[in-house]
């Protein structure tokens, strides 16, 4: 669930074809819709998890976008005289930055909300994220090793084009020659995806009290690496090594057009994180808890021991 409410986080808010600030200022509409995939709560649980979501969300609006737009427009003058190496794998860690400390946030919510799932919720859990993998190996179920790189391959090419326009039959034909190259992953993130849901299932059947449900889902988020696999790992890291000089390559083939498009895209970008920081509520929301916080004054916790407000 973690890798999924990131991507609600982000993905709309930098993809989205009908405006950034519109993407952004839905997410609290957007992150539920994906949840709901993977659990159906019960009225306490909705209460908790909407209140939770709008204090993460007033977090990441008033803390994070400012951050999100310095490195906007850092990058973008990175680009302007030629993308080296370094440069990209300083972007990279940046956005590896930002994921974790989303994921920071997020956790202690799913572990409160993970630790007052009843049995039914419980089984119910596993059976929706079954149905999840089997809708993320259909579309590669029937391919073949050249039918996975073609489809890495449009995928690739489509998101380049997102960014710059049009790519010129050199950059094009760059791409297909990486692609001859690249060793399809997707099966293995599904068995990786689904050794990890597995030792979730069996902490959540342990019903550890809060506090080790909690240390325990924090270590398997940070760590997720454990679950890989050898053979995942080599493949990650191979095809890491491949975008990356891929990425490079295209990035100084660019032309007058392209970069001027890329700049626009990332400018863009940065001026509506920055407008959408100054755009915050004066006050933080209030907070909120099942049975990871004390009673606190002026607030309403939620125990998932007696299922029961806490006023």
Not at 5 to 19: I, Q, R, Y
Not at 79 to 96: F, I, K, N, R, W
Not at 282 to 287: D, S
Request: proline letters at 4%; aromatic letters at 10%.
């Amino acid at each position: 669930m973690h890798r999924h409410l990131l991507l609600a986080l982000l993905a709309p808010v930098l993809l989205s074809g009908c405006g950034v600030k519109l993407a952004y200022n839905n997410l609290d509409r957007i992150i539920p819709w994906v949840v709901d995939d993977y659990i159906e709560f019960d009225d306490l649980q909705e209460e908790y998890f909407e209140a939770e979501l709008e204090s993460i969300l007033y977090w990441h609006r008033t803390t994070q976008l400012s951050v999100y737009a310095a490195s906007l427009r850092h990058f973008d003058a990175d680009l302007s005289d030629g993308l080296t190496l370094e440069e990209l794998l300083t972007m990279e860690e940046q956005v590896l930055d930002a994921s974790r400390r989303i994921r920071g946030r997020f956790v202690p919510m799913a572990a409160e909300i993970l630790h007052s799932t009843s049995l039914q919720q419980r089984l119910d859990i596993k059976r929706r994220f079954d149905r999840r993998n089997a809708k993320y190996l259909k579309p590669i179920a029937d391919l073949d090793i050249d039918g996975e790189r073609k489809r890495w391959r449009r995928d690739f090419q489509d998101g380049f084009e997102f960014f710059v326009g049009r790519a010129s039959r050199a950059q094009a034909d760059r791409i297909e020659r990486i692609a001859a190259d690249y060793v399809p992953e997707e099966r293995m993130w599904i068995e990786y995806r689904e050794r990890w849901q597995r030792r979730v299932f069996a902490l959540m059947d342990q019903q550890l009290s809060y506090p080790e449900l909690l240390l325990r889902i924090r270590e398997m988020v940070d760590h997720r690496e454990r679950w890989y696999g050898a053979e995942y790992d080599e493949v990650m890291r191979r095809n890491e090594r491949l975008y990356r000089g891929l990425a490079v390559d295209l990035a100084n083939s660019l032309s007058e057009r392209q970069q001027r498009a890329l700049s626009k895209r990332l400018l863009g970008w940065a001026k509506a994180f920055e407008a959408l920081a100054l755009d915050a509520d004066p006050q933080p929301p209030p907070l909120a808890c099942m049975a990871g916080c004390p009673v606190y004054a002026g607030g309403t916790g939620y125990s998932s021991n007696i299922n029961q407000p806490i006023r």
